[in-house]
């Protein structure tokens, strides 16, 4: 389905910025439909596959911490389908852990059952990919980047991807609620990203943010467009070299923590430490700035550059 299709048929972009306003489509241009992705499928009819399925994930719901049970339950799944487990094997899952797994094509969509909404996130799964994994922690908090997930997704060439399904942080009964998938080690965000980087220990994973350049403490984190980093002190080569294939293709600042900027290093941000501890070295923190985030979104040659740099 072309995407203005989509729009038409009410599943165009779904930035949320209040719950009661989630169950909307993805906002990308019918140009992107002349990318083709990994699988064989139009990077539209992709999108449209996952899309309105995302759309009903973010539809409420509240976040219930995993036990370690549930947790260690969770990573065997996806390892099973990471490894290529087809979703007729895994009906016992399905029905002890209330999910709904599914393929559409190339595809293999993981899905919390309508009346089980406990936040546990959002899971696709692409088959015969390169081995890089994409993850879209704050979708709520860093606007856009719900959408820009999943052009990149439609549009590139990953074999898995992660979004979070209910606001980092949020009140709930007069208390505080920590959905924060970027700082919580037992979430089943966390347990995709383990089983993920034992299937592709070779691979790249891509976690995208998004911040507010008047809320830096710096200039040069203020000027910047996209702050690129590893989580560590020493990143190495290769993200040197996707720093300046981003600056030259995107014509815009961006800065490598800390060679170029001293915060949004990613240091205190649990995949990166879950993936250095299993010795997977391929984690890559982007920030983007807001301007950056609206040519992403809006724009697939934009969108093009920026993978050409980051999938070389």
């Known amino acids: 389905m072309p995407f203005d299709k989509l729009r038409a048929n009410g599943m165009g972009g779904f930035i949320g910025r209040s719950i009661s306003v989630l169950l909307m489509a993805c906002t990308l241009p019918a140009s992107a439909q002349s990318l083709a992705p990994a699988g064989g499928a139009g990077s539209a009819t992709m999108a449209a596959a996952i899309a309105p399925r995302l759309a009903q994930a973010i539809r409420g719901g509240r976040y219930v911490t995993p036990d370690s049970d549930e947790f260690a339950r969770a990573e065997r799944l996806f390892d099973r389908l990471a490894a290529g487990s087809p979703p007729d094997a895994l009906r016992a899952e399905m029905r002890e852990l209330a999910l709904v797994i599914e393929r559409d094509g190339p595809l293999v969509i993981v899905r919390e ?11 696709v799964f692409r088959h015969g990919a390169r081995p890089d994994v994409l993850h879209v922690p704050h979708g709520f908090k860093d606007e856009m980047t719900r959408d820009i997930g999943l052009a990149l997704f439609a549009e590139g060439d990953f074999a898995a991807a992660a979004w979070n399904t209910v606001p980092r942080r949020y009140e709930r009964n007069g208390a505080q609620v920590d959905a924060d998938f970027a700082h919580l080690p037992g979430s089943w965000f966390n347990a995709f990203v383990r089983a993920t980087a034992r299937a592709w220990p070779q691979g790249r994973s891509l976690q ?6 008047d809320k830096r403490r710096s200039e040069a984190g203020a000027e910047a467009a996209l702050i690129l980093a590893d989580g560590t002190a020493v990143p190495d080569d290769a993200l040197r070299r996707q720093r300046d294939c981003l600056a030259s293709r995107l014509g815009r600042g961006v800065a490598l923590y800390p060679d170029d900027v001293r915060e949004l290093g990613g240091t205190t941000n649990v995949q990166g430490r879950t993936l250095r501890g299993l010795g997977y ?27 050409t740099c980051l999938q070389p």
């Open 113 to 123: 059952r309508e009346d089980a909404l406990r936040g546990r996130g959002f899971y």
């Open 208 to 213: 995208i943010h998004g911040f507010d350049a």
């Open 281 to 307: 070295g391929g984690f890559v923190h982007i920030e983007l700035s807001r301007s950056l985030r609206l040519a992403l979104r809006d724009d697939a040659g934009a969108r093009a550059n920026f993978l």
